[in-house]
């Protein structure tokens, strides 16, 4: 019986808090509806790789991005070994924005990887329908 009591307490102690008053309605108010704001969210959607036309693309591909990274990232401890994960969006005029890293193995290898990421040139931008868009993308960095 505590329970059930308990538990109703939890559920309306909810519902009292989670409710959103809405302002009322003025008399004769009329509805507008902004146009621009809604142009303006299109052009600044952020699509995934997966559902474009044309992905974004490293200058000279994947090969020449693992180079790009073997040859700036500096391993802050010998025999470090794992995978960090990285999320960014590339922008239309190929810039990176929104750097996070999603998981990474320790020893401050996150700064590291984001440093590395910020001295990324610009890539190629995605496209869908023939317009640029921002495109999130996400990424392993491997460390041997």
Known sequence: MKKF???ILICS?????????FPEKKKNEVLTIDTQAK?????????NTAGIDVRPEFPGG?????AFIKQNFKIPKEGLKGKIYAMF????????????ILRDIGYETAA??????QLFPK???GQQNNKTV?????MPIIIN
């Not at 994947?62 to 693992?66: R, T, Y």
């Open 39 to 47: 142009e303006t969210s299109e052009e600044n959607q952020i699509y």
């Open 134 to 138: 921002r495109v999130l993308y996400s």
């Open 112 to 117: 590291e990887a984001i440093r590395v990421l």
């Open 5 to 7: 009591i308990l538990l």
């Open 13 to 21: 102690g909810q519902n009292m808090f989670s409710q959103t008053v």
């Open 62 to 66: 994947v090969e020449a991005m693992n």
């Open 89 to 100: 969006v590339i922008e239309k005029d190929g810039s990176l924005s929104g750097i996070k």
């Open 123 to 125: 890539w190629s931008p």
